[in-house]
């Protein structure tokens, strides 16, 4: 099994998540757009039972489209976005790709929330895309 290991900005909170193929994913909903401060967020999903994080954690509870609890976990310290927890995909964790230590893995295969997508960002070469949330 493949470990990979990532971090915060200030080093505090680090994590490892122990997939071989975890599923990447670009997501454009407005959420992530505020939360990441950016026009989309890309995630590693993988099973919850193979992520471990450790450090000062903050947790900030959303509410997703399906109404169902997202819980967004942010180093306490420094602020970063470090993975989510959705009740949509109770058994998965949404782990931030940039805070990998290694980057060079990821390749997206699906988009989602593609109606929120900023007009100005092109949709990656063959990857799924779904409008909304599929499901």
Same mark, same amino acid.
């Given at each position: 099994?493949?470990?990979?290991?990532?971090? *915060?900005? @200030?080093?505090?909170?680090?994590?490892?998540?122990?997939?071989?193929?975890?599923? #990447? $994913? =670009? *997501?454009? @909903?407005?959420?992530?757009?505020?939360?990441?401060?950016?026009?989309?967020?890309? #995630? $590693? =999903?993988?099973?919850r039972d193979?992520?471990?994080?450790?450090?000062?954690?903050?947790?900030?509870?959303?509410?997703?489209?399906?109404?169902?609890?997202?819980?967004?976990?942010?180093?306490?310290?420094?602020?970063?976005?470090?993975?989510?927890?959705?009740?949509?995909?109770?058994?998965?964790?949404?782990?931030?790709?940039?805070?990998?230590?290694?980057?060079?893995?990821?390749?997206?295969?699906?988009?989602?929330?593609?109606?929120?997508?900023?007009?100005?960002?092109?949709?990656?070469?063959?990857?799924?895309?779904?409008?909304?949330?599929?499901?």
């Amino acid at each position: 099994m493949t470990e990979r290991h990532g971090k *915060c900005l @200030c080093g505090k909170t680090t994590f490892a998540l122990n997939d071989d193929n975890p599923t #990447v $994913a =670009i *997501c454009h @909903c407005t959420h992530c757009q505020r939360s990441t401060g950016s026009a989309f967020s890309i #995630v $590693a =999903i993988a099973p919850r039972d193979r992520f471990v994080c450790s450090g000062p954690l903050k947790k900030f509870e959303d509410v997703g489209e399906s109404g169902g609890a997202v819980n967004r976990w942010f180093c306490a310290e420094c602020g970063s976005p470090i993975w989510t927890e959705a009740s949509a995909m109770a058994e998965a964790a949404i782990v931030k790709a940039g805070c990998f230590d290694d980057t060079s893995w990821l390749k997206p295969t699906l988009q989602v929330f593609c109606e929120s997508r900023e007009a100005w960002v092109p949709l990656v070469d063959g990857t799924a895309n779904f409008a909304r949330m599929p499901g």
